[in-house]
């Protein structure tokens, strides 16, 4: 059988009361999910200025990742399927507000109010067609388009996920592209098979030097500081509307004057008729001509 | 649920227009402390719907908010900010239900979780 859950049942029935508390009471799960998400609100780029902000938690099952929000100062609200994960947050006592809710259906939140959103290994669940109702490419519309509404300009929002193949981040990344937003993939540790990890940083609005796609985390044996921005980084930026053109390669490389005699010679030996080599022989025009 | 977050939810209902605000059916409402940030208050409130806001903390029992949208200056005053800070953060829905305006669909809220999900006729 296959380890991924998403390949196993539904959200809201994969994340039962046994597999939520196991998920939550596991310190290498908690572990985990407390690096993915300090390095979330890392990409998140909020104004570093201590106003408190309003994020949104997207499928933020036990709070996990909203003690991370809590821990940096900021309000947050989550929406998660599963009504087990939302029942062990209330145990744990998180600071932010739970919603029950499946993102597929759309949001449902006032246009422009959040200030950011992160979501840490959720979003593939949308390419999942669980019920016979669903169909992911009207979820992932539906989704992106009302996260879209409810961003404020500029705003972010950083998905941590693990897409099956690369067809499933394409169709992620395609349908994000549609919402409007611009933005990427970061691949932290590309080379590593365990610790790398991808990120969708989505930018609200049109691309700008704000709206680059940061720099992924590479494998370092000296330091693991968070802002390495040398190495063999693997950016794959997406929308970026102002790429120059493909160069068309017109060389005059080769075509000297021997190239051109070289030429003749050639096609003569072939017996086509070829005027005869004269001083003007691969000069070039001149523009009155 | 806060009221912060009743601020922001909106029915999501296919067809409903405008969904804003849920009307809130109070059963039981608690009080839970929360740390004062006068820098957070100041940034939300161009982001709150004022009367949704005033309306809601009355029916869940505190009646201190002015109705009409105050002016901007009003955010010096202290007295002003303890109540919206309460009335925003502290308030909570444990039980009760948001009723869509428009189609009049409830939503139960189980132990302070609203349960937003929709039936397959309502995507």
Known sequence: MSSRPELQAPPEIFYDDVEARKYTSSSRIVGIQAELSERALELLALPNDGIPRLLLDIGCGSGLSGETISENGHQWFGIDISRSMLDVALERETDGDLILGDMGQGLGLRPGVMDGAISISAV????????????????????FGSLYRCLGRGARAVFQLYPENNAQR????????????????????????????????LTCGPPS???????????DSNSCSDDESSGDEENQT???RNRPRKRQKITKKGKTRSWVLKKKEKMRSKGNVVPPDSKYTARKRKSRF | MRLLTHNMLSSNIKGVINGFPLRIEADNVVVKQVDFNPDFLKNMFSKIDWKALAEASKIMGYPELPDETPDHSILDSDDFLQKFHHALLELHLEEGALVCPETGRRFPVNKGIPNMLLHEDEV
Request: glycine share 4%; charged share 25%; aromatic share 10%.
């Open chain 1, 124 to 143: 593939q669940w949308l390419c999942n067609a669980d019920k016979s109702c669903h169909e992911p490419r009207l979820r992932l519309k539906a989704f």
């Open chain 1, 238 to 240: 997406v929308s970026y």
């Open chain 1, 170 to 201: 394409e169709l992620i990344l395609s349908f994000a592209m549609r919402a409007g937003f611009a933005g990427g993939v970061v691949i932290d540790f590309p080379h590593s098979s365990k610790k790398r990890k991808e990120y969708l940083v």
């Open chain 1, 209 to 219: 030097t704000s709206t680059m796609t940061p720099s992924a985390k590479v494998e």
